[in-house]
């Protein structure tokens, strides 16, 4: 059973690994280099080249970005949604790339059920 995490490996954010990406729909995380998440986000339908565009915009924002990750999803609103919900689940606030956004409300998880299983 795949968990609820974005559990896929960190990629370097470099120009190559950018281009090889797919301009396909769905989410991703950007990281700095001491492991912390610096934003979650998603390319949608109003993405110009899905995932590709998404990431390149979303890492020109940090300074400090230095990887990223990312899944391929038609469902993107909902998996970014259930994102950002179990990152406030584990540390109790949005990414601060998140937290600036105006994002008013996030769902939430039964911590009980994400505590015990890692879900």
Known sequence: ?????????????????????????????????????LELGFAGGRSRFGLRSAIAEAAAKHLA????????????????????????????ELPPGNADRGVQRVGRLGVDRVAATGE
């Open 1 to 37: 059973m795949t968990g609820v995490r974005l559990a896929k490996p960190w990629l370097d954010l470099d120009d190559a690994a950018i281009a090889a990406l797919p301009g396909q729909l769905g989410v991703y995380e950007i990281g700095d280099a001491k492991g912390g998440t």
């Open 65 to 92: 970005a230095s990887r990223f990750r990312y899944e391929v999803t038609m469902q993107y609103w909902s998996r970014f949604e259930e994102l950002l919900a179990v990152y406030v689940a584990d540390h109790g």
